[in-house]
Structure formats: C-alpha cells, structure tokens
C-alpha cells in the first residue's frame, strides 16, 4: 500500500477566504494551516457519523438555489410536510446569517424570534441527550460561551445547556441587540451541523413549533441579499410563475390614505409591495417608504426613542432626541441622506400616531401580514 502524501487543489470561496483572513493574525498560523487543520476536524467529524455526509451533499445543492430551498421550505410548512435534517441545517444557517449580515446596520431584534431560535436550539440538545444518554458533551462549552449574557450565571444552570437557554431566554430584553441574535444563532446551526441525531421524525417533533419562526428570519435574509423579495407580482402566492393570462390581472390594492393635525400618509400597493409617502403639513417636506421592510423598520425606529433613548437609526433614516436651551420648541430631529428635519414633540408623537393608524386599518392590517410572509421579520 502507497503511504505517499498525496496532493489536490483547494479553493475556498469568497466567505471562507474573507473569514479565514480575519483570524489568522490572531492565532499565528498561516491560510494554508488553517484551512487544513479545519478541513482535517470536518472530515473526522463526518467519518466519525457517516449519516452526516448524505446530509452535507443534500445542505451544498439546498444552498446553490437559494430561492428554491425557501420556497420548497414555505411549501412544506404550509402543508405540514417534514423537512430533512439538511433543510432543517440549511434553515439554521440562512438565519445566521441574516443576523450576522445585519450586525451594523440595523440595532435590535425581535425578541420572541431569537427566543424561538434558542428554543428550537435547546430541543435539538434535549434530543441528542435522550440519543446518546448522557447530557455532558466535551464539545458543550463552544454553546456555553454563545449565550454568555451578563444576566444568566452559568453555576446557578449548573452547567445544564438547557436550563441555561431558559434562563437567558426569561432574561431577554424586550428589544434584544442584535449582537444577542448574531451570537447565539450559531447554537442551533452548529447543532444541525454537528450533533449525531438518527430519528428525522423526532427531529421535525421538536423543531415543527419553531419553523414559522425560523422561516421569517430567513424571509428577511433573503430580502436583504436580494433586495426583492421571495415571491414578486409575476408569481403566484406559492412562488409558482403566473402564466400569460394570470399576469394581465390587475394586481393593485386598495388602502386608504390616513391624515391628522401634523402628517398625512398616501399609500401605493400592489399583491406583493406596498410604499407610502409620508407628507408633513406645516414643514415643506415629503419623504418616501419604498417598500414593506422601510416602513416597519421606521416604525419601530420612532418607537425605540424616548427620554432614557435618544437616538435610534435605520438603514436611511436616524431620529435624534435634542438636548436644546430651555425655550426651544424643536426638539426632534430627523435625518435621511444629506436632509435634517426638525419638528416639535406633539409632530413626533402625530408622527407615531398616524403611521399606528394607517397600519391597524383592516384593509392595511391584513396587507401587512400578508407580507411579513414574503419579506420576513427580524
């Protein structure tokens, strides 16, 4: 038998060489160790559970189309089918990564979606536990440390991975950082990629409550990587093309305009969009929401700031609370690209109040929901 070293080519993508870059500095080694010390651990782990490598072939052709895997995912939980453990895998990652590309541009997130995510996470754990009867893993400690919040001591969980997801959860502020979502959605996608669970049925039992939670968070990565959404007006309402008929169909819909003493908003939508201009009556401007994701990312915006708050921001818009000299009646100021607007405390509020009624209108309610299913939530 030849013992002869033998060579072939390697090249990382774009991601992995950007990622491999950024740490090599700090732990003294060059790419080519490092890729290689990576590389060796991942082929032991899958030789050491063959049942992984199908699911690694079946992750690699799930990410290829991206937009394929999400619409065959929105399918299978419309109808109740169960995923795969590669879908489930693909799934914890596209929800990773949406919070990791979003680190610095938006502030905070949505707190029953992590709180979902960590769940869905600790009932992967709990499964792997019954499986192999033991709950101390040596590999534990990397989980430990992505939920390391100031508010959970890890000796009172006393080292239970479970009991220390339900403390952080019950500790959870009401708007997380999303550096909260960033960090410990890895859990759940190393636990996918890792852990040895056999039974998919016992798999989807415990993740079924969770995939609608999931699945907006991936909506919204998509968005964001694309900037369009899943399913546009050329589709049908599961994703499938519309034919030649379908497409002649008049797709507008309907919402009322909404106006008070400050501010008056004019809606435009159709089956898949909708965008508003936001017009203020005793200042000489109009800005624009173009699409679902801006407008309820600009209300939570306005929502977050108050005394103990003063600034909030958005990708394209910031809100400042100003500290002016005694008198001035100015004191919030908005800022989109090169313009700043100034406006009083009852036009803030006027501004809050009008953008509330126009979104719980029923004609404007149900269109909203409506696309939270194609744009997602974060």
Not at 43 to 60: C, I, Q, R, S, Y
Not at 102 to 130: C, K, P, Q, W
Not at 196 to 208: A, E, G, Q
Not at 214 to 220: E, G, I, P
Request: proline letters at 3%.
């Amino acid at each position: 038998m030849d013992n002869k070293s033998k060579l072939f080519a390697f090249i990382p993508g774009e991601s992995l060489l950007c990622k491999l870059d950024r740490i090599k500095d700090a732990i003294g080694l060059s790419l080519s160790e490092i890729a290689r010390k990576a590389m060796g651990r991942g082929v032991e782990k899958m030789l050491g559970n063959p049942n992984l490598l199908p699911d690694a072939t079946e992750l690699e052709q799930l990410q290829c189309n991206e937009r394929g895997s999400m619409l065959t995912l929105l399918r299978k939980n419309q109808d109740g089918t169960n995923l795969t453990r590669a879908e489930w895998s693909y799934l914890a990652r596209v929800c990773n990564r949406t919070y990791d590309s979003l680190y610095h541009h938006i502030e905070v997130i949505d707190r029953e979606l992590i709180s979902d995510n960590l769940r869905a996470f600790s009932g992967v754990l709990t499964l792997r536990d019954v499986e192999t009867g033991t709950r101390a893993h040596s590999d534990d400690h990397y989980y430990f440390g992505n939920m390391g919040f100031s508010w959970v001591d890890r000796k009172a969980t006393k080292g239970r991975l479970q009991e220390h997801v339900e403390a952080s959860v019950a500790g959870l502020p009401q708007q997380p950082f999303i550096g909260v979502g960033s960090f410990s959605s890895r859990n759940l996608d190393v636990a996918l990629r890792d852990e040895s669970i056999l039974d998919i049925n016992n798999l989807n039992f415990v993740l079924r409550p969770y995939l609608h939670s999931l699945l907006l968070v991936a909506l919204r990565g998509y968005w964001e990587e694309n900037k369009a959404p899943i399913i546009t007006s050329a589709d049908k309402s599961d994703g499938w093309p519309k034919n030649e008929e379908e497409l002649l169909m008049p797709t507008h819909v309907e919402l009322k305009r909404c106006a008070n003493t400050h501010f008056a908003i004019e809606p435009v939508a159709d089956e898949t969009t909708i965008g508003v201009a936001v017009e203020a009556k005793h200042h000489p401007f109009i800005f624009a929401l173009n699409n679902y994701v801006e407008l309820m990312d600009f209300n939570a915006m306005l929502n977050r700031v108050n005394s103990a708050n003063k600034n909030a921001s958005m990708p394209g818009f910031e809100i400042h609370l100003m500290d002016f000299t005694k008198g001035k009646e100015h004191r919030f100021m908005l800022a989109t690209g090169r313009w700043r607007h100034f406006f009083s405390l009852d036009e803030f509020e006027a501004l809050k109040s009008v953008l509330s009624i126009f979104s719980d209108t029923p004609e404007a309610k149900a269109h909203l929901k409506k696309l939270e299913s194609i744009y997602g939530r974060i």
